[in-house]
């Protein structure tokens, strides 16, 4: 079901301020890849460069090549299309308030021009199944808003609602930061489940969740890929001496 | 339709996808253009119709007799900076007041009611007002006068200014005012030598904003500064002013005084907007400037 | 300082008494029938305000009709759709319009929105759409049409600018979460802003209201001045601020002046909650932050 992610050079400026610079990484299919690395060193700025979302803020501006299977995410391929084949969770949970349980989850079907009401149901279920929401909110999908559940809760919707439309990526801006130990476990169960389906890539500040979910592991660092390796062998014997650094603690 | 699997829309769908874009991005720019119609006929007749009546015998003579052509606007305008002056000095002083008081001292409940009320003034409609003076003021006095309507139209002002100067105070950061009070000044003190001082530009702006906010307003003159034909500097009695007078020829049956409504309203606009540039120039840096 | 915030309450207070005390006369000799009578006689001493009642709900109304699709119209252009460029110019222009005074646009609605008026556009309405019973009549120019297209023209301004400060209060994360799911542009507006946004776009609609049904001057110039109650909108009509800036100064019995203010002191309270309605709704998109000064 899933597919690789091709990073060509991808160098990515905020008006003036370069915040990328010339990346190369392959993303295996059906894996889970973290993306690490200190404050402010690009790791946000990479993945949203993945499904275009870097292009959305003032003065932003993209250079390289990403793709995605075969398609060529900047060349020949729109936005709104790009998007919607890739799914993404921010790190704070953002469901729609003004919308029930059931039609935050369906909103992405709804865009896409999927009506009948069979197939949102059975496509909602499968979705709140997937994110292990379901048994939680079953009885009160329509009843309830998105944004009456706990923040766990919340952003395990925000995982079904992208999981809905089948995306073939997922990317995940540390969806984990804002929660606490228990959601946090919850989610990173979830991430085990759905890398069978999907590739997964997950930044994260916490590197002994990086350690625990990811096949492999990106090492940023001031805009630039120091680093990508297997996971253990990024924390075990890292072959740059930065990345070994911020792997000891010494800075971050 | 499903697309290996994922849920794509259909090239149908796609197409009406971006057509009711595109539809939207249309329709919402016509709207734009339909405002801007009235904007430009409105300024633009102002120019066409005033620019020839506005003359140094416009700004400097009084109103002819009925009929006869020639005279000016002079004493309007004269009157209105009166009535503007009568009304800043009520409106100015208790408009600030009030929002320092919001903004440092009112907490909670209070606070909260008085900003419900200010709002509450906001929305009274202009000729309310100008009833209320004619019954406080007119009433007790016996006689129409520009201080009824400095009182009419400087309650107006309270709510603007109220509302501006609390928003620029609550801007200035608090570490200017905890350097002030550690070293040793008095409360009310920093409030007025520090803080408001900081916070001056906005202050002034939003006076400048409620000043060409009543400097246009005509029904609270209607029935307290009533209008006068002549030079008058005595707040105690009927004076002209500017909207009064444009009202007055606009609805008069003759061709030189619809003449010379074109030419005050002229006048008055550019009045009132060459105050409110003004006003975007110094919020532009000024605010911030005094916040920093 | 506490002096100067009391006085705010003070004024209010004043206001409510003095409105209170001089329509009293007017409240003892009419009663409730007050607002359901049809007849506005001063010399016969017979008060009745239903036809000026009737003509502020109705050219409010128009007002609305017209004005709404306008206003929210120009306020997800300028937010959301037009180049970044033109957004302050365009925000500018539209402020601009709040800036007219009333009596301005009385003026050109006198001279010249009243001759469009009576000599295309009411011959055309008259042709086309006369099957409704709405456009009959001789076309005057002035009238309830006039008083409804010079106050939408009048409420666009404040509309937009509630409108557009709601829609930037929706945070950026619910824009990108729509974005993300793939959406176009519009539909980023329609389900990430607008929806959020819509209990505040309804409180600027009413509070566009509010300042319609106070509106004075530009109305008593071009809706002709006649207490009747006409189904046609070419029909002259009569509001209550408009009979009240008639007639006020010319009231010479007690029981004359005290039906007009009677008649202002309806408006007050009207004006009061339909602001107060509004208020509530804008705050709770925005959540209570004091809204910025507009040049209203």
Redesign the interface.
Known sequence: ?GVGISVRDLSAWFGPTQALDHINMEVLPNRATAIIGPSGCGKSTFIRCINRMHETVRDARVEGQVRIGEMDVYNGTSA??VR??VGMVFQKANPFPTMSIYDNVAA??K????RNRRLLDE?VERALRAAALWDEVKDVLKKKSGASLSGGQQQRLCIARAL?????IMLMDEPASALDPISTDKIEELIFQLKQRYTIVIVTHNMQQAARVAEHTGFFLLGKLIEFDRTEKIFTNPSDKRTEDYITGRFG | MRNN??????RL?AL???L??SI??A??????A???V??L??FG??VI?GIGAVDWAFLTHTPKPVGEVGGGMANAIVGSGLILLIASSIGV??????G???A???RGQ?AS??R?????????????????A???VVLAQGHFSAFSGGVALG?MM???I???T??VM?MVPNSVREAALGLGIAR?RT?VSITLRTATAGVI??VM?AF??V?????PL??TA?GNQFWNLDPNQPTAAL?LQ??TY??SPFDEW?RQ??AG?LV??AL??GT?AV??LVARRGVFQGAS | ?????????V??G??VY??A??SKLSWKAFGLSFFTGRDWDPVLGSFGALPFIYGTVVSSLIALILAV??????A???TE??PRPLRAP?S??????A??????????G???LAPLLREQVQPALARYAGWTGLFEGPPYGVGMLAAGVILA?MI?PII?SITREVMLAVPRHQREAVLALGA????M?RVGVLRNARAGIMGAIILGL?RA?????AVT?VIGNRAEIAKSLFAPGYTM?SV??NE??EATEDLYLSA??EI?LA??LV??I???LA?LLVWSVTRGV????H??
């Open positions: 079901m709104v299309e919607r084949r992405g079907l865009l896409n021009g999927f496509v809905a439309v089948e995306p073939e | 699997g994922s849920y794509q829309s259909s769908t009406r996808r971006r009711s874009n939207a991005t329709i919402s720019a016509t709207m734009v339909l405002v801007l009235p904007l006929a409105i007749y102002l119709r002083p208790l408009g600030i007041g009030a320092i008081y919001l440092e001292y009112g209070v009611v008085l419900f009320t200010a709002d509450v003034l906001n929305g009274v409609p202009s000729i309310v007002m100008g009833i209320v004619y019954s406080l309650i309270i709510p603007t109220t509302r501006a609390e928003e609550l009310w409030t702006t939003g904003l060409a906010r400097a246009g307003e005509t029904a209607l029935f009533f909207p444009i009202f606009a609805i619809h409504a074109w309203a008055l606009i009132i907007v409110v006003v975007r | 300082m506490l002096i100067c915030g009391l006085s705010l309450l004024i209010v004043v206001i003095e409105l005390l001089h699709p306008m206003a929210v119209g120009v997800i252009f300028v759709m037009c365009l500018f222009l539209t402020e601009l319009l800036a007219i005074p009333s009596v301005v646009y009385g003026l050109w006198i001279f010249v023209i666009v937009t176009t542009r519009w539909e507006v509010g049904l106070g509106e004075t001057m110039m601020a009240i800036a006020f100064s007009l203010v202002g408006l007050f004006t009061i339909v602001n107060a208020r004091p809204a910025r000064v040049a209203q």
